[in-house]
């Protein structure tokens, strides 16, 4: 089993639209959550860290973590072509400080 | 958040050689990491680099093929020794102030094996 799973896409949104994209982990005892994106070509760049149970908002991006179902999710709103790439679920080890990545969700925002 | 210069950003090399990756940060940093990207891949973790002391390999990286250092709190090299075709890949540095913070990547250097 992954560390940590995601839906590999491609995920194609009108522009305008709210895109969802979902992760899921194994290691229950993580606490700690990332949302990275990655341009093609580019390096990751952090978006968002969630460390509590529940939604945390910054502009148009929205993180929900659900420790219970192990479950992490990025809403991003009116979402624009500049936000097509691809989005990676990060989790810290709970028993190191190694990060585990997802596969990635590629994004497609349609103008 | 810290600025993380890698270099050199691409290179090719001939089988057989090494190539030697730097990462240097503007700022001291608690922890600094090496990944690994290959085309249409997600990141792989290859080590921890430990200042002053031998980094903490992933399972399937040894330090014998990725030899790394970390003399000080704003510096790091990888090394990818005897270059295959099978190294080809997108190598990038990272950096997070402590355990459980976000980390902040380099750009990353593209290497090709010839």
């Known amino acids: 089993q992954k560390e940590v799973e995601q839906n590999s896409g491609p995920l194609s949104v009108p522009e305008g639209a709210i895109a969802s994209l979902n992760c899921t982990y194994s290691d229950r005892g993580s606490q700690s959550f990332f949302w990275y994106r990655q341009y093609s070509g580019k390096s990751p760049e952090l978006i968002m860290s969630i460390y509590s149970n529940g939604d945390k908002e910054d502009g148009r991006f929205t993180a929900q973590l659900n420790k219970a179902s192990q479950y992490v999710s990025l809403l991003i709103r009116d979402s624009q072509p500049s936000d097509s790439a691809t989005y990676l679920c990060a989790v810290k080890s709970n028993t190191g400080n190694q990060f585990y990545f997802g596969t990635g969700t590629s994004l497609t925002v349609i103008p | 958040s810290a600025v993380i210069s890698q270099k050199p950003s691409r290179d090719i090399c001939q089988r057989g050689t090494s190539l030697t990756i730097q990462c240097q940060v503007d700022s001291q940093v608690t922890m600094m990491f090496w990944y690994r990207q290959q085309p249409g891949q997600s990141l792989t973790l290859i080590a921890t680099?430990?200042?002053?002391?031998?980094?903490?390999?992933e399972s399937g990286f040894v330090i014998d093929k990725f030899p790394i250092s970390r003399p000080n709190l704003t510096f790091s090299t990888l090394t990818v020794s005897n270059l295959s075709p099978e190294d080809s890949s997108i190598y990038l540095c990272?950096?997070?102030?402590?355990?459980?913070?976000?980390?902040?990547f380099g750009d990353g250097t593209r290497l090709s094996i010839l």
């Open positions: 680099a430990n200042q002053g002391s031998e980094a903490t390999y």
């Open positions: 990272s950096v997070a102030q402590g355990p459980g913070q976000p980390q902040h």
